[in-house]
């Protein structure tokens, strides 16, 4: 049984690499160039017609961000911050889409000569039209749209997210800002996705309104961005998306929209899709006891490491098993969302509990786990961590020394890049 698992963990990552980054960090992110270029690369086979923007949100690593961009994808940035690190990682204007709510003036004027700007609100324009009439500029702005469906219905929902289409449409037709263009459209409605049919309805969807757009307003449209929605599998039992036949559905949707519209370009924001299964975290025993016949496996920076197993156990705490709870995207996909490796086959196995250093009792990454018996120094992988995982875990709590992101480069060299300066070096030079 355990030699099944030290199997595919060899798959998953090389397990040299593995043991030898364990012997000069107790915890560590690891994430596979070579897996992230692969599935970019089947992304572009089966999509040809279409553009990818990465999701910086889901691993703003800078390795991770330059190796994206090498491949020619461009950047989907959610804050004024992703978008200084798409230029800083060398990308263009044109390649740049800023789609976030909320956003200030100060986000808007640091931002409009180096990025797209996704208007997600009527007041958004207005604030937009204030800064370029004040730096006598034409700014070319998308809008994101709350359709008038939803991932699952014909009929729209209340969002946060965009202006809903009867309104959007509304102002398309009657905008009288003069320093303000709207050549594009941005629809987003759902994160990991592994139904193809519904996935392939909703990009039809996001064309068929941009149709609307077109026929109802003077807008001459430039591109449409129909959001994300491609998702990895976690789970065990989940199947992966038929990359293939969602291909086939889309690239076809395109080309009978370009019949109607001709030189639209069509977008897919990529979410976790090319970076989720390229990462793994590791992290080490650091203790075990026994406690009322329980055993307890002590790791290094659980919760305050990669915070998504512990939201997953947290969540099956409360929801007490009763029937499968629903995702929360990217806060929490599933109960059993994440496989808890060891490089060690050691007999007999045991029954236990993997927790964390941190002084909370919620911080538990799994419980009632079988596995080879771990002694202090025996490392567990985790899977599933190339994305929303180092940018969600709150590092900060308790002040602990923080994981090293390390990044395996096509050459099978290995590299980091860590959140902070060690604790040891950042207290150097203080009085005591």
């Known amino acids: 049984m355990w030699s099944k698992k030290v199997r595919q963990i060899k798959v998953i990552f090389d397990k040299e690499i593995v043991e030898e980054q364990a012997k000069r960090y107790d915890s560590f992110y690891l994430y596979d160039e070579r897996k992230i270029v692969d599935s970019i690369r089947r992304l572009k086979q089966h999509f040809p017609n279409i553009e990818f923007l990465y999701s910086i949100k889901c691993n703003s690593n800078p390795y991770v961000i330059n190796s994206v961009f090498a491949q020619g994808l461009g950047a989907d940035a959610a804050s004024a911050g992703e978008v200084r690190k798409a230029v800083a990682a060398g990308q263009k204007k044109e390649k740049i889409y800023y789609s976030a709510a909320g956003k200030s003036m100060e986000d808007i004027e640091s931002t409009m000569e180096s990025a797209v700007l996704i208007a997600d609100s009527i007041e958004e324009i207005k604030r937009i039209q204030f800064a370029a009439k004040h730096r006598n500029l034409v700014v070319e702005i998308g809008i994101r749209i709350n359709p008038n469906f939803s ?94 036949e969602l291909g086939q559905s889309v690239e076809a949707a ?132 190339g994305a929303y995982a180092a940018v969600l875990s709150p590092v900060q709590f308790s002040t602990q020394i923080r994981p090293i992101e390390l990044f395996l480069n096509e050459d099978g060299n290995v590299v980091e890049e860590s959140f902070t300066p060690k604790l040891e070096e950042s207290l150097s030079g203080q009085e005591p």
């Not at 289409?165 to 050549?183: C, H, I, K």
Request: one cysteine or more; a neutral charge.
């Open 151 to 244: 991932f699952y219905k014909n009929e729209g929902m209340p969002s946060k997210f965009g202006i809903d289409e009867e309104e959007a449409l509304a102002f398309l037709r009657e905008n009288r800002f003069p320093n303000v263009r709207v050549t594009g459209i941005h629809v987003h409605l759902r994160s990991q996705e592994l139904n193809t049919e519904l996935l392939a309805r909703y990009y039809e969807n996001v064309l068929e309104l941009a149709r609307r757009v077109q026929k109802v307003t003077d807008v001459s449209l430039d591109y449409v961005n129909m959001g994300a929605g491609m998702g990895i599998p976690y789970a065990v039992k989940d199947r992966a998306l038929n990359l293939k």
């Open 254 to 385: 395109v080309a009978r929209f370009r019949e109607e519209f001709p030189g639209i370009r069509a977008m897919i924001e990529t979410g976790r899709h090319v970076v989720g299964k390229a990462g793994v975290y590791v992290t080490k025993v650091m203790d075990r006891k026994v406690s009322h016949a329980k055993t307890y496996i002590i790791l290094k920076n659980t919760l305050n490491g990669f915070i998504r197993p512990s939201l997953a156990c947290l969540v099956e705490r409360y929801w007490q098993g009763q029937q499968s709870p629903e995702g929360s995207e990217p806060l929490f996909t599933g109960t059993d969302a994440f496989q808890f490796l060891t490089l060690r086959e050691r007999k007999p196995a045991e029954r236990v509990d993997l927790v964390g250093n941190l002084c909370t009792a919620t911080d538990i990454i799994a419980e009632n786990l079988v596995m080879p018996r771990l002694e202090c120094g025996d490392v567990v992988v985790i899977t599933n961590a």
